[in-house]
């Protein structure tokens, strides 16, 4: 198993563009998170889903929009980045039942 | 609003002497807590978890303890090596279906 795979690892983007950062895992976890982790705070929910075609928002789901087609892919869409979405961001997947959450390893991203 | 906190941004201890990381939380809830351990440039790993059920619960070289009576929550390692240096954050959600909430993150400093 590769667990939980993010792509890409960094990107630095320009004021208004967008992007989609790429989230898999190959675990059959139907839950599944985006954080994002800021300098001193501690990660902060973005989007979740608890199964295809199931999404909710987190504490700071604005500018970010995702989608649920398959149990394995979560992307989180940036519509219009901004500089306070410079971050590193983190896709996690768990399955029901088992509450802790397996990590990929992030996308730091830039936007200047 | 509820949340969980961390009372010391850093913890610096000598290697071989034992590590306490506390934790507070707000959310009466909660029923679910875990510790993560974050290496530089890599995603938060899994280290212990605790339902509220137990007040204790013991791995190999660390230990959670919960207290509910004043929603505290400890991570202890002994004889802590270098390879301990890290962030840790501890983490609690009120069940099965519940978002994961993540406390600010404390880095663990280990002195040769």
């Known amino acids: 198993n590769a667990g939980v795979t993010q792509t890409p690892k960094f990107q630095v983007l320009k004021t208004g563009q967008s992007m989609t950062l790429q989230c898999a895992q190959d675990?059959?976890?139907?839950?599944m998170s985006w954080y994002r982790q800021d300098p001193g705070m501690g990660l902060r929910l973005i989007h979740y889903?608890?199964?295809?075609?199931?999404?909710d928002q987190g504490e700071v789901p604005n500018g970010y929009n995702v989608s649920r087609s398959t149990t394995e892919d979560f992307p989180l869409r940036l519509l219009s980045a901004a500089p306070s979405q410079t971050s590193v961001y983190f896709c996690?997947?768990?399955?029901?039942?088992?509450?802790?959450?397996?990590f990929g390893s992030g996308t730091r991203l830039t936007v200047v | 609003g509820e949340s969980v906190g961390l009372h010391l941004p850093t913890l610096s201890v000598q290697e071989g002497d034992n590590s306490i990381i506390n934790c507070a939380y707000s959310?009466?809830?909660?029923?679910?807590f875990i510790w993560y351990k974050q290496e530089s440039g890599k995603g938060p790993q899994f280290i212990i978890d605790?339902?509220?059920?137990?007040d204790k619960r013991q791995g190999q070289r660390v230990t959670v303890l919960l207290n509910k009576t004043v929603k505290h929550l400890s991570l202890q390692i002994a004889a802590t090596q270098p390879g301990d240096s890290a962030v840790y954050f501890c983490?609690?959600?009120?069940?099965?279906?519940?978002?994961?909430?993540f406390g600010k993150g404390i880095t663990l400093s280990v002195r040769p």
């Open positions: 996690a997947s768990r399955a029901p039942g088992v509450y802790g959450y397996t």
């Open positions: 675990m059959n976890h139907e839950y």
């Open positions: 889903s608890v199964g295809a075609g199931i999404t």
């Open positions: 959310n009466s809830a909660s029923d679910y």
């Open positions: 605790i339902r509220s059920n137990m």
């Open positions: 983490a609690e959600t009120a069940g099965a279906n519940s978002k994961l909430t």
